[in-house]
């Protein structure tokens, strides 16, 4: 296994990314753009059809669809779609959802 060393201590590559990430401004952009690449993932096929865009900013999930059935649900279905999200994650990214 390749090691890096950094101050005090030996990391792998993806720990050493991960800091990278961790200590820049990176982070929040690169969830954003994982989000977008794997809501159909995250949500379903259903829900990813229907969705125009989503945006990540400060742990606020910002969700644009254009069908009023699905804003329901959405909103409705708030709180479980959070934990998913952040389960996916495997940390905390979203605390609020915004359907618009």
Known sequence: ML?????????????????????????????????????EAITSKTIAKYTRDVKLQ?????IYTDVAPLKQELFFGKEQLIRNINEYFKEMVVNDIVVK
């Not at 090691?3 to 792998?12: D, R, T």
């Not at 400060?58 to 910002?62: E, Q, R």
């Open 3 to 39: 090691l890096f060393s950094i101050k005090m201590g030996s990391y792998s590559i993806g720990e050493a990314l991960n800091l990278l990430l961790e200590r820049s401004k990176w982070k929040p952009k690169v969830t954003e753009l994982r989000m977008r690449e794997e809501w």
């Open 58 to 62: 400060n742990g606020v999930l910002t």
